[in-house]
């Protein structure tokens, strides 16, 4: 071989060499085998013919062979490290990989230099999952030499293992300039580029490399993963459909599929994609984690935390596992449960913002708190736009607000609000827009759906009106009589109408004819949402508040439904919305005061078109009058819903349920008078949305 210098004085002819040398360039190596072991018999101390012996037997995968070749030239010539190092890869077949590492070392004391042995080393390291010795390596490889394409590529992939992103991304840079048309380079440049929070030059670098390889799953898989990230979910579901159509049998694609649809609220489908992860890679810890949360949306709470109890079994450091369970264990009511999930999450990952900001939601905070220190110094640590900051912006406004410290309090408030409208894209005039359509379609006179004479199979409580306005008290309330099944907050009539009443419907007709056909859709998808739930009581309460957008079409679906609707006081339930995170993405208009105001006079217009065309059919409840005289309120509520009165609906803070709201600690406790009054302590600083509400008023006359 090329390079080779044969001190042995039994060196055989040169001629032969050069036979040899290129039979086995040609890859004929059961010839080379032949060869080597005739020119060994005539002169046994040729140590390169050893060596190529070893290499042709490595190459027929003949590990055990090819080690002993390797080690009868090295115990002829000690110095020779080229042997030294082709033993390390036999050895590394056969498993002995500490002898491995004794043959690397010896090559490497030897000769310092020898970037081959430097590098072998590193993926040696690297498989031991000693990340620090495998870069170390691998920098020693491309400095003795730089052109070590294989080396900075490997560098690069333990730096971002290692959590050095921006030396990855200087290791990518310098192998992209040795190899610009290498598609792997631009992918894993791309990850250390996303992990940076710099996405959109992680995104471009992703784009390189399906381009210079259009069949490059991994690629379009981390493509998506970013889209994610930017919560461009809908981009994400192209990417990874792509990636799936190359390679459906990966778990990865699968679980950021899960992710992308669970961004766009799709839970069934969120699921499925979970669900298709964890058949390929069972123990797939971070997919049961995400699965726990949409099975928890979807109702399923006892299976939502077996999924998390599992995934923590599978992976005891997955924080964003104890988080979620802590948000689902806060919702059953397990506050001190909840409390050790929050904190267990934070101790793991110091930095997951969602974590401080959940356990900030359920803690009394005095001051001098060490919580309160941690969350401020994570708050001066992220970037002034993150989504992160936002957490922890409404994480620290709680805390002040129970510390007293009212100014500060306000101004992460603002802060944490402008940031989640910005992250959301957020603008009331989409929503004023969509009040509007709404009442054209139901502007004639509604007759209800002939198909919609014959009954449901259950009896719908449809609870509606503003977030915060007392919704999830009522459906606890009605929820804790023997005939009433809690549902929570139910996306379907939403996931249903929403694209009926958008410009780019694809229902056909005038607005009669799509409104009638969205009852028929809405009736439909509510009784096959409901499916694969189990419960046995005969009235479903619907507590999305939101549902008031769609009264009309959810009386005319189900005749036998009432609408519970909710008031309280203007400017306490606006401030109420203002101060709280939502998970989801549809209560954009609570971030911004003005967007509230204007939100909320839309919303009582919407009701008082309702009202006209529904009036023995909506109930108005008013939740301080509630809160000033349960028994008489309650019995009311009951009578109007067509339920027999039932003492325990007194004591529905004892029910054992989950309540997936913000308002899931408040439920807990037994009634209680003076939240609507909390919005006095700020009555300075929110004076332009007192202002803006204007002459608004929640009906306060018995109903």
């Not at 390596?137 to 491309?142: D, G, L, P, T």
């Not at 679906?557 to 400017?571: G, K, M, Q, S």
Request: one cysteine or more.
């Amino acid at each position: 071989m090329k390079g080779y210098r044969m001190p042995d004085p039994q060196k055989p002819p040169a001629g032969q060499m050069n036979t040899l040398v290129k039979v086995f360039r040609s890859g004929e190596m059961a010839r080379a085998i032949h060869i080597c072991e005739k020119m060994l018999a005539a002169y046994p101390r040729a140590v390169v013919v050893m060596n190529i012996l070893g290499a042709a037997y490595q190459a027929m995968g003949e590990s055990e062979a090819a080690a002993k070749a390797f080690g009868r030239a090295v115990s002829l010539k000690p110095d020779y490290t080229e042997a030294l190092v082709n033993r390390a890869i036999s050895l590394t077949s056969l498993g002995r990989k500490d002898e491995a590492m004794r043959c690397y070392d010896q090559a490497i004391a030897l000769q310092p230099q020898f970037a081959k042995a430097h590098h072998n080393k590193g993926l040696l390291l690297f498989e031991r999952n000693d990340l620090p010795g495998a870069v170390a390596s691998f920098q020693k490889a491309v400095a003795a030499k730089p052109d070590y394409l294989d080396s900075w590529n490997n560098m690069a992939i333990a730096q971002i293992m290692l959590g050095r992103f921006e030396a990855a991304g200087q290791s990518c840079d310098r192998a992209i300039s040795l190899a610009p048309g290498r598609a792997e380079l631009y992918n894993i440049r791309g990850m250390a580029l996303n992990k940076l929070g710099r996405i959109q030059e992680a995104l471009g670098d992703y784009q390189r490399a399906v381009q210079l390889k259009p069949d490059f799953a991994a690629a379009y898989t981390n493509m998506g993963s970013a889209y994610n990230d930017a919560k461009s979910h809908r981009t994400a579901v192209d990417a990874l459909e792509r990636a799936l159509s190359l390679n459906p049998k990966t778990a990865e694609p699968w679980y950021n599929l899960g992710i992308a649809r669970q961004g766009l609220e799709e839970l069934k489908p969120a699921l499925e994609s979970y669900n298709r992860a964890l058949q390929l890679k069972p123990d797939y810890a971070s997919a049961l984690s995400n699965r726990g949360t949409v099975l928890y949306e979807l109702g399923l709470v006892e299976e939502a935390m077996d999924s998390y109890d599992k995934a923590i079994a599978l992976d005891s450091s997955l924080a964003p596992a104890y988080n979620n369970r802590g948000n689902t264990r806060s919702n059953l009511g397990d506050r001190e449960g909840a409390i050790r999930d929050f904190q267990a999450a934070i101790r793991l990952d110091p930095g997951l913002a969602a974590a401080h900001r959940g356990l900030s939601h359920i803690k009394t905070y005095a001051s001098g708190d060490e919580h309160i220190r941690q969350m401020e110094r994570l708050y001066e640590s992220f970037s002034p736009d993150g989504r992160d900051r936002a957490h922890l912006c409404f994480g620290l406004a709680k805390a002040y607000d129970d510390t007293g410290n009212h100014d500060l309090c306000f101004k992460r408030l603002a802060e944490g609000n402008r940031l989640r409208k910005k992250h959301l894209d957020y603008r009331v005039e989409s929503d004023l827009r969509r009040f509007e359509m709404i009442r054209q379609m139901a502007n004639d006179p509604i007759v209800t759906n002939p198909a919609a004479e014959n009954r449901a199979d259950h009896r719908y409580i449809f609870i509606v009106g503003m977030p915060r306005s007392g919704t999830s008290l009522v459906e606890q309330i009605l929820a804790s009589h023997s005939q009433v099944y809690g549902a929570g907050e139910l996306d379907t009539a939403s996931d249903l109408l929403t694209p009926v009443v958008s410009k780019e419907s694809k229902v056909s007709g005038d607005g009669t004819q799509r409104f009638a056909q969205a009852v028929a859709l809405l009736r439909k998808g509510y009784e096959e949402g409901l499916s694969h739930r189990q419960f046995t009581e005969t009235v479903v309460a619907d507590k999305m508040p939101l549902n008031f957008r769609w009264t009309g079409f959810l009386l005319a679906a189900f005749p036998e439904a009432v609408i519970v609707h909710l008031e309280r006081d203007p400017v306490a339930v606006c401030w109420s919305n203002y101060r709280h995170y939502f998970s989801g993405t549809g209560n954009g208009f609570a971030y911004d005061l003005t967007d509230l105001a204007r939100y909320y006079k839309a919303y009582t217009d919407l009701m008082a078109f309702w009202r006209k065309r529904f009036p023995e059919r909506i109930y108005d409840l008013n939740y301080e009058r509630l809160t000033e005289d349960q028994e008489q309120e309650t019995r009311k509520l009951l009578a109007f819903c067509g339920l027999d009165w039932e003492a325990g609906c007194l004591e529905f803070h004892r029910a054992q349920r989950a309540v997936r709201t913000a308002s899931a600690a408040q439920v807990r406790r037994k009634m209680y008078q003076g939240s609507s009054q909390a919005w006095k302590t700020y009555e300075k600083a929110i004076t332009p949305l007192i202002l803006a509400l204007g002459g608004c008023a929640a009906s306060q006359d018995p109903v």
